[in-house]
């Protein structure tokens, strides 16, 4: 589904990715793990094209990034770490702005506009700027843009972070409903438990390197071995 291959990036003079390589299944949650500064965002951000590479190919259905980017792009949503909204748009104009950039039609939009805004309690936000919001309902709104549209896959920065217990929960129950209609999710996040609860596989990033990966039940014992 998602193939990364030989990824170099580089900001400035300094080499933040080197030689980062794997795949993501369709419909599996993969972890990405590591240390702050390990070169998560990173990677997220290059798949997304926020972040120019140097070398690597990423390929996501058969579409290469470099090769057609629109189509590329169309295919996956992105819940970066912090929310990342716009001062001149309510919540509801933020939802019609990926409504429409995923082409969803009508229908659909307002049917998951709703569902979505009632499962994370902000319907009485909906004509609010986000001034007004607190972090955690702009992190409730930025997540809400990235479910609306059904992509084959989700790029998801420390989706937790923000969020209270119950919206944590909620969100952890609808990622792993995605995943079971067939989409593919990558989430960084550093609450080990949750990315043990939640994920297939794991990847864990050292110094802008891949230092392992494997099944998370491996992960799993590993860390428990770590502390034992
Ligand atoms: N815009 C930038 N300019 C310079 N260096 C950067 C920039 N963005 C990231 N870096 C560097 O790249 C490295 C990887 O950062 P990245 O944000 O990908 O790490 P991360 O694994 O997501 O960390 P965290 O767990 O703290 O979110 C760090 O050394 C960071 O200082």
Not at 104 to 110: G, I, R
Not at 149 to 156: A, E, F, M, N, Q
Request: proline share 3%; with cysteine.
């Amino acid at each position: 589904m998602l193939e990364v291959k030989q990824l170099q990036v580089e900001i400035g003079k300094e080499t933040i990715l080197e030689d980062v390589e794997f795949s993501v299944e369709e419909g599996s949650i993969v972890g990405l793990i590591g240390h702050n500064g390990a070169g998560k965002s990173t990677v997220m951000k290059t798949i997304m094209g926020w972040q120019d590479k140097k070398e690597g190919t990423i390929i996501l259905n058969k579409v290469d990034q470099d090769q057609s980017f629109v189509r590329f792009k169309r295919q996956l949503a992105y819940i970066p770490e912090e929310p990342f909204l716009l001062p001149e748009l309510t919540t509801m104009q933020h939802f019609q702005l990926y409504g429409q950039s995923y082409q969803l039609d009508e229908k659909t939009f307002t049917k998951r506009a709703q569902e979505l805004s009632e499962q994370f309690e902000i319907t009485d936000k909906l004509n609010e700027y986000p001034e007004s919001l607190s972090k955690g309902m702009r992190q409730k709104v930025q997540t809400i843009c990235a479910l609306l549209p059904d992509v084959p896959l989700l790029l998801i920065d420390e989706p937790f972070m923000g969020l209270d217990v119950h919206a944590a929960q909620d969100l952890q129950e609808m990622l792993v409903e995605k995943a079971k209609k067939g989409t593919s999710i990558l989430l960084t996040s550093h609450q080990l438990e949750r990315m043990e609860e939640l994920a297939d596989t794991y990847i864990m990033l050292h110094q802008g390197h891949v230092a392992e990966h494997g099944l998370i039940e491996d992960f799993h014992s590993l860390s428990r071995r770590g502390t034992e």
